[in-house]
T-cell receptor, first 112, second 112 residues
């Protein structure tokens, strides 16, 4: 009964370092999403993927890249981390149109 | 430009009373709306949704109302319970896309 699993849960990076946030879902969902949550800003969409092999930019894509490796996995990469990318990152997935999205537990990322 | 707005950052309600959380949107091309609840250090969890062809949807203590002419969405919780204390996000899906756009959230506190 895993749902959406994100790794790692916590990470501290130095400015300029790179890292990849991993996300996997076991619900056979087509769509997957990456959001960031910042105080007073709500959840902002970074990238999403409507199906395996496709990705699209969301509201705040700059500084990020994504890969939809297969139907289960959707990763988010920071090539050169900046302090402005300090945030809590959430991965989500959803099935058919007009159904709810399920979220992972989040990754708290701090860039110093 | 925020397409989904929650203008009240916080709301405090006494246990047993009604909680009303509001959400406004600017894009008339949204056709599906959702409410999520979020506890600290957890991912958002789905609460209730409504299609744009309806004006009301009810699930137990939770009712969502949609006023399309006013581009306004509200969530009513009756009766409110201390366990309802959380941050509530409204979200909207643009027609013919898989995007899910979130508001900034409202922190609800239910006190005894």
């Amino acid at each position: 009964n895993a749902g959406v699993t994100q790794t790692p849960k916590f990470q501290v990076l130095k400015t300029g370092q790179s890292m990849t946030l991993q996300c996997a879902q076991d619900m056979n969902h087509n769509s997957m999403y990456w959001y960031r949550q910042d105080p007073g800003m709500g959840l902002r969409l970074i990238y999403y993927s409507a199906s395996e092999g496709t990705t699209d930019k969301g509201e705040v894509p700059n500084g990020y890249n994504v890969s939809r490796l297969n139907k289960r996995e959707f990763s988010l990469r920071l090539e050169s981390a900046a302090p402005s990318q300090t945030s809590v990152y959430f991965c989500a997935s959803s099935g058919t149109a007009n159904t709810e999205a399920f979220f992972g537990q989040g990754t708290r990322l701090t860039v110093v | 430009d925020q397409q989904v707005k929650q203008n009240s950052p916080s709301l405090s309600v006494q246990e047993g009373r009604i909680s009303i959380l509001n959400c406004d949107y600017t894009n008339s091309m949204f056709d599906y709306f959702l409410w999520y609840k979020k506890y600290p250090a957890e991912g958002p969890t789905f609460l209730i949704s409504i299609s744009s062809i309806k004006d009301k949807n009810e699930d137990g203590r939770f009712t969502v109302f949609l006023n399309k002419s006013a581009k306004h969405l509200s969530l009513h919780i009756v009766p409110s319970q201390p366990g309802d204390s959380a941050v509530y996000f409204c979200a909207a899906r643009p027609i013919n896309t898989d995007k899910l756009i979130f508001g900034t959230g409202t922190r609800l506190q239910v006190f005894p």
